[in-house]
């Protein structure tokens, strides 16, 4: 009975293959394990950070908007010729109306503070007002409201005339409502939202009475002395980093109960968004088996993807070698000929080009002198050169060609007037006079050139290079080692 032979270096290969995928599977697990105990907590702080700088972003954009209202305003008003006039209380009245703002008011420099409801009083006393009138833009802390004896934070900007400050426009938020001014709780309302200044007070709570109104003044640290920190965090800590406006986010234990608390500055004075969400609720969303299935999946069908990828790269820069050897002048590494006149065609048939294309035809003068009394060792050294010279002048979007023995061709692209390429062909002559060859020193380097350009003396390639023809010649008939523009007749 015959019996199939076993090839070794087959069996060799589906154990090696079966030796990658068992280390495959091994890792895949060891970092499935490792990414359960703690990529989870990660997450979960990046989503409630992510959220709280968010929040804290959208919060001073808000207030960004009112002191553009209300600097316009200021602006209009400075130009008037009285600062309190009839028609200084219509904006007030409309600028109440517009910016969300619960009152308006413009101050003389006396102190005398216009409502926009028509009340007066006198507010003088108020650090607001004094910055203001130095050409401060403020931001108040809570202050007790003249008016109606509520608590509000005020927004001012100075009126200037000229260079001199003439009054003060300020507009005022009930501090309730600042915590208002957030947009969406990204766990259906179930964390809360403080305002906090550098020292700890808090300003607005949107758990605490109604429109986040505190009952009672209320300070941080009194409320969170009882917070046990699972993390390396510590209540110190946080109001150090509350002191230099610094974010961050910390887990903590109170009342039996973990919770995350993050902190981020709002870029108004000193004061901090705080956010507060319980650990179970910020982690509900997350099912630990099904994501990191996920997670086992992906890395599979990574590594599946990376071998294809590979194998698909690797015929990718094989099949660009042959296609650039097709392409390619082996001796100068630019084009060669027929890959010349489609490269240039191709561009003159396209909508990208604009302005002038100037097509350069150049000859290397006397290069079969160059041949017979130096040899075609030295010619070709001479045509490299060339090519490395054409390369390194022109432009890298430029089309290098040769498209003969010693004959060249260049496209430049998108010119902005003929007198560019005039002084680009002066250049290119010099740069050949200073071309050497270190084996044969006495060889002085020349070349003939002739400049066509489209649309003026033709739109096709067989165009540009019948003129750009006829221009070298008359170049070579004025005794080479220059350059000629074609003129029509």
């Known amino acids: 009975m015959n019996r199939k032979k076993i090839n070794p270096d087959g069996v060799r290969g589906y154990v090696r293959i079966i030796v990658v995928f068992l280390a495959v599977v091994l890792l895949s697990l060891l970092v499935f394990f490792g990414c359960v105990q703690k990529d989870v907590e ?5 989503t409630i950070t992510d959220n709280v700088e968010r929040q804290s972003y959208h919060f001073y954009s808000i207030i960004a908007v009112q002191y553009d209202y209300l600097a316009a305003a200021a602006a209009y008003l400075g130009e008037q010729e009285e600062l309190v006039s009839e028609e200084a209380k219509l904006l007030l009245a409309k600028l109440y109306e517009k910016s969300g703002l619960e009152r308006v008011a413009l101050i003389e420099p006396d102190g005398t503070s216009h409502y926009d409801n028509g009340e007066e009083k006198d507010v003088a006393d108020r650090d607001y007002f004094k910055e203001s009138m130095k050409g401060n833009k403020w931001f108040s802390d809570p202050l007790e409201s003249v008016i109606d004896k509520k608590t509000r934070v005020i927004l001012s900007v100075p009126v200037y005339r000229g260079d001199e400050v003439i009054g003060v426009l300020g507009g005022s938020y009930d501090v309730g409502a600042l915590s208002h001014l957030l947009f969406e709780d990204i766990y259906e309302e179930a964390g809360s939202s403080l305002i906090v200044t550098g020292t700890g007070e808090i300003v607005a709570w949107d758990k605490e009475g ?5 009952q009672e003044p209320m300070r941080f640290s009194e409320y969170f002395k009882k917070a046990s920190f699972v993390d390396d965090g510590s209540l110190v800590q946080i109001i150090k980093d509350f002191e230099q406006q610094r974010g961050g986010c910390k887990k903590l234990r109170m009342d039996g109960v973990e919770q995350y608390l993050s902190y981020s500055p709002l870029g108004l004075n000193d004061w901090m968004l705080c956010y507060i969400v319980q650990k179970d609720t910020a982690q509900e ?5 099904r994501e990191y299935e996920v997670i086992l999946m992906a890395v599979y069908v990574a590594a599946v993807l990376a071998l294809l990828l590979m194998i698909f790269r690797m015929n990718a820069r094989r099949q660009s070698a042959l296609l650039r050897d097709a392409q390619i002048d082996g001796l100068t590494g630019a084009y060669n000929k027929k890959s010349t006149t489609v490269e240039i065609g191709s561009w003159l048939e396209s909508e990208e080009h604009r302005g ?3 097509f ?4 290397i003068d006397r290069f079969k002198e160059i041949n017979d009394e130096y040899g075609h060792a030295a010619g070709d050294e001479v045509l490299r050169r060339v090519g490395r010279l054409l390369h390194g002048y022109f432009r890298e979007g430029d089309i290098v060609g040769r498209i003969g023995g010693d004959e060249f061709a260049v496209l ?5 007037t003929i007198e560019d390429a005039r002084n680009k062909a002066e250049g290119l002559c010099r740069q050949f006079r200073e071309l050497r060859v270190e084996e ?6 020349s070349c003939s050139i002739g400049l066509a350009a489209s649309p003026d003396h033709g739109k096709t390639y067989m165009e540009l290079y019948q003129y750009a023809d006829q221009a070298l010649y008359q170049t070579k008939q004025r005794g080479r080692d ?4 074609y003129a029509k007749a």
């Open 412 to 416: 430049m692209k998108n010119v902005n």
């Open 42 to 46: 990660e997450n979960v702080k990046k």
């Open 482 to 485: 220059g350059w000629t523009v």
């Open 210 to 214: 109604p429109d986040g109104q505190l």
């Open 360 to 363: 350069v035809m150049l000859d």
């Open 356 to 358: 002038l294309q100037v």
């Open 440 to 445: 044969c020193p006495k060889l002085r380097v």
């Open 285 to 289: 969303s997350y099912s630990f088996i």
